[in-house]
């Protein structure tokens, strides 16, 4: 009766506001004012002639689907905490027994509604299969007394159950029955609790979402099977906290560590195969990340927190296996973001396996040469996002080096000259990486410029700083007279005016008198050559002009 009278009352509003919408127009065609505001049909109704049609459809969908799927989900929890409570005074089979009575009751109403209710009979038939997993899981755990006492013998019931659930979603095509599906699956992996059958499991349920998502394009799935696998494999790790262990991570074989990249490989090929080229499928990159997330974040967790002694060979042997899966991305797709993910992912290990090797301050060195790596990496993948994380981790090393190194020495070096040789290469392929711009060539040329006089203030002795500084200007001409540069020119103009200024306010007082006269007449001695220099070029451009 309320809702016979809402609809009256809007059929009111409605019948009203035409009226005025009919007066409005009289009043318009009388003051000559149609022209500018269009006619009657032109206008959009405030109130749309099928509100009330659309608020029917509206509440039909609450109550029809969003209802079934609600009451559905409810019934079946109530009905496991039904299953899962330790009944005493009843035989231990009791439970069991209701249990399957009442996936058969399920099952039969799913096919009785299966013409006339077809959306309520998928429904109750995912909740039969639902049920039918705790029933089963109902015949070892939360009873006084157990129906199956062999552990072995429930995961290998539990295994049969999640398989014929995963079968009958394949052969219904159900997004719906296979997320429970392969949620059972990772269930029954955590229960078994076994570092082996753990990753059988997760093997057959990653082969099985890639295996949907390049038959049936199932985006959704596949990602939803890269948490729950990672997801899965993380809590094992955390000493399995589902079966009400303390969260610890748990001792485990050596060998074991190598699952996340396994598992990262037979994810990856789930992007990669039948997928068209330049592809820039959100789909794809989100998977490709969440992917790179997961598998080195354990990978990395694992193995500091277990084997730091075979670190190095463990992360030099996940960078190799990123970098292939990165130049996979970028052969066979094109796919300049996901290229860009596992290469990334690939240095990160890289430099994580040279740390582990390396004593400090000895692996700053080798983190800085790798970064002439990285550019080549970004040389081929015509990346720059490549180019500009790799100029930021530049940085990040030289500025931790400064920090933890304890004292500077002629490691330092190193980060000028690999500056240096980083320009020079972005300058000699800029045409490959469209790059417009010079600004990246312009920061490391600029890292190099403060990096060299800072490393020979800190490694000579005082007295030879403005003999080292004028050295390093003297190379930046040679330089730019042999690469016909003029900003090797412009960086040598100011290396020789710090060095200019260091002598006359420091030279001047601190320098012993041998060292002051040499740093004086050779810094001047240079500086009328390099005058002459300029004065000649000059003179041969008027006369060639």
Known sequence: MSSHTDDERLNQIVSYIKTLESRLSRIEACLNLDSDAGTEEQLTPLIPENIGDRTESLENEIGQFWFAKIGIAILSIGIVFLLTFPYKDLPPAAPCITGYALVGIFIWLSNYWKESLQY??????????????????????????????????????????????????????????????????????????????????SVLLILFTVYMKIKSEWKGLFIYGINLIYLTNLLWFMNNPVLGNPVALRDIPYIAIFSPLIYAVLFSLGNLMKVEKDSSDSGVIIGNFINCFWSYTIFLLITLAKFKEEAAISHLAASILFLLLSILFWTKIKSKYSAFFYSILGYTALSVAIIAQFPKPDFFVWLCWQSLIVISTALWFRSKTIVVANFIMYLLIFFSYLILAGTIGAVSLSFGVVALISARILNWKKDRLDLKTEAMRLAYLA??????????????????????????????????????????????????????????????????????????ILLGVVLLVISIYYGRSKSKKVSTN
């Open 447 to 520: 890292a190099a410029f403060f990096i060299f006089p800072y490393a020979m203030y800190h490694i000579v002795p005082k007295d030879y700083v403005a003999i080292a500084w004028t050295a390093v200007a003297v190379v930046y001409y040679i330089i730019s007279i042999i690469l016909k540069n003029k900003k090797y020119r412009w960086m040598a103009l100011l290396t020789f005016f710090i060095t200019v200024v260091y002598v006359l306010f420091v030279g001047t007082v601190n320098f012993e008198p041998v060292y002051r006269i040499i740093s004086f």
């Open 120 to 201: 309520l009979s998928r429904y109750i038939f995912g909740g039969a299969l639902l049920l039918l997993y705790f029933t089963t899981m109902r015949l070892h755990f939360f009873g006084t007394a157990p129906l199956v006492g062999s552990m072995i013998l429930e995961i290998i019931l539990l295994v049969i159950v999640s398989s014929i659930h995963i079968r009958i979603s394949f052969k219904k095509k159900s997004v719906y029955l296979s997320s429970i599906g392969i949620t059972m699956g990772a269930l029954t992996a955590l229960i078994s609790d076994n570092a082996y059958s753990l990753f059988i499991i």
